[in-house]
T-cell receptor, first 112, second 112 residues
Framework: SQQGEEDPQALSIQEGENATMNCSYK?????LQWYRQNSGRGLVHLIL?????REKHSGRLRVTLDTSKKSSSLLITASRAADTASYFC????????????FGQGTELSVKP | ETGVTQSPTHLIKTRGQQVTLRCSSQ?????VSWYQQALGQGPQFIFQ???????GRGNFPPRFSGLQFPNYSSELNVNALELDDSALYLC???????????FGQGTRLTVV
């Protein structure tokens, strides 16, 4: 079964708006990673946030992590049509040897 | 581009046949993981190899097997193919464990 649960399952916004996706998980983690996937092809690594970190930024991306609530969020600011994709969170759980457990993903549609 | 390459990109096999998928990891990476992604789902962990040894396995039957070679490239073998094996197979490489994992573009396997 999947550890991560993304919310919402689908999100439709206009270009220029911000998009927020949430991820909840169940067990203690070493880190949490966010990925983007276009049209069922390979996953593109966006950000890794470690369990002792609370927030990370990369360009227009901002990721937060709340280990007490076992949740993370990905914020994409000033979205573009090219951001249209599926977004997945993946947890690297403690004592699992580095395997990633993925959620079902959030399908983001950015309309021009 | 991540530097992780998978071959072939697409494959059609008949039920009962055997298939071998290949993955070249990014330069300097000694860990390779394989994932199966069914349509509309998040990737599911199959197994991981670290320095040529299996380092964890997901809930997949023994007919899913793998190898990692001294140059850290890897193969995924699936015997006695079933229709439900139709999926996108993703390979990810990393330096050690608990670090960023970078994915290839995947192999789309269709079993008919």
């Amino acid at each position: 079964s999947q550890q991560g649960e993304e919310d919402p399952q689908a999100l439709s916004i206009q270009e220029g708006e911000n998009a927020t996706m949430n991820c909840s998980y169940k067990t203690s983690i070493n880190n949490l990673q966010w990925y983007r996937q276009n049209s069922g092809r390979g996953l593109v690594h966006l950000i890794l946030i470690r369990s002792n970190e609370r927030e990370k930024h990369s360009g227009r991306l901002r990721v937060t992590l709340d280990t007490s609530k076992k949740s993370s969020s990905l914020l994409i600011t000033a979205s573009r049509a090219a951001d249209t994709a599926s977004y997945f969170c993946a947890t690297d759980a403690r004592n699992q040897g580095g395997k990633l457990i993925f959620g079902q993903g959030t399908e983001l549609s950015v309309k021009p | 581009e991540t530097g992780v390459t998978q071959s072939p990109t697409h494959l059609i096999k008949t039920r009962g046949q055997q298939v071998t998928l290949r993955c070249s990891s990014q330069s300097g990476h000694n860990t390779v993981s394989w994932y199966q992604q069914a349509l509309g789902q998040g990737p599911q962990f199959i197994f991981q190899y670290y320095r040529e040894e299996e380092n964890g396995r997901g809930n997949f039957p023994p007919r899913f097997s793998g190898l990692q070679f001294p140059n850290y490239s890897s193969e995924l073998n699936v015997n006695a193919l079933e229709l439900d094996d139709s999926a996108l197979y993703l390979c990810a490489s990393a330096v050690g464990t608990n670090t960023e994992a970078f994915f290839g573009q995947g192999t789309r396997l269709t079993v008919v």
